[in-house]
C-alpha cells in the first residue's frame, strides 16, 4: 500500500512537471508568433532593406531585413539562408553602432514573381542583453559573455550621482574604473588611480578634477557602451570584442 502511494505521488509530480514545461513552450511560441506577426505587419507596411529600429508600444525591436535573388528552385534554401545571416549581422553592426549578441531569423518572405526572398531577422544589440542583465540581478565589475561567434568583456561601473560635481567628471571616473576592472581581469595587473577633487567657489561646474592613471597592464580599445540612470545612482557598461 504504501509502495503504491509514492508511486501514485512520482506519478503526479511527473505530470505537473509535463504540464508546466509544455504551458512554458507554449507562451515561449505564442509570444515568438506576436512578434513575428507585428514585425512582419511593419515591415510589409513599409518596407525597407538592412537593419533598422522599430519602436513598439511595449519595447523595441531591433530588424534586419535582407532580400536575396533566388539561385536554386527552392526558396530559403541553406545556402541563400546563412548568406542572409551573414549580411545581417554585418548590417546591424553598421547601423546600431555596437555588436549584435542574438540573432533570430523571423520569416522568411519567398516572392516567386521576382524570384527572390526577403528574410526578417530579429537583432539583440549587446547593449540591451546587458541591461536586462544587469536590471534581473545588479552587478558591478568584469564579466565576459561569449557567444558561437565572438567573445565580449564587459566592465560596469555603478556611481552615486550627489558624489560627483558634474556629469563630465562621472563619466571620466566611469571609464578609469572601467578600465581598472579590465585590466584586472586580463592579466591581473593592478591599475593606481588616485582621484583628486578639488572644489573652489560655491558653483560645482568649477570644480577641477585630476586624475592619475598609473598600469603596467593597460587596457586599449575599450568602448562605451550604453549608461542609464537608476534610483540615485548612474550605471555605466564599457566593453572590448575578444578574438577567438
Known sequence: MK???MTARFLVIICLLFVNIHCYSQSFNDEKVVVTNYVKRMYLASS???AKLIEGEDRKYYVVAITLPDESKEPSSEKQLTTAEHKAEESARSTFAEPC???EMLVAMPDQGKKKT???FLCQPLSEFVVITYKQQPFDGAKLITTPNSSYLISGVTLENKKYASAAMMDRVAQIKAKSQA???FNGSTIS???IITTSG???DNASEMIREQSMG???GLENLVKFDLDSKKVYFFYKELKK
Open 3 to 5: 509502495q503504491n502511494k
Open 48 to 50: 525597407f532593406e538592412g
Open 101 to 103: 549578441i542574438k540573432l
Open 118 to 120: 526577403t528574410f526578417l
Open 183 to 185: 585590466s584586472i581581469f
Open 193 to 195: 588611480s588616485d582621484m
Open 202 to 204: 560655491r558653483k560645482k
Open 218 to 220: 593597460f587596457v586599449d
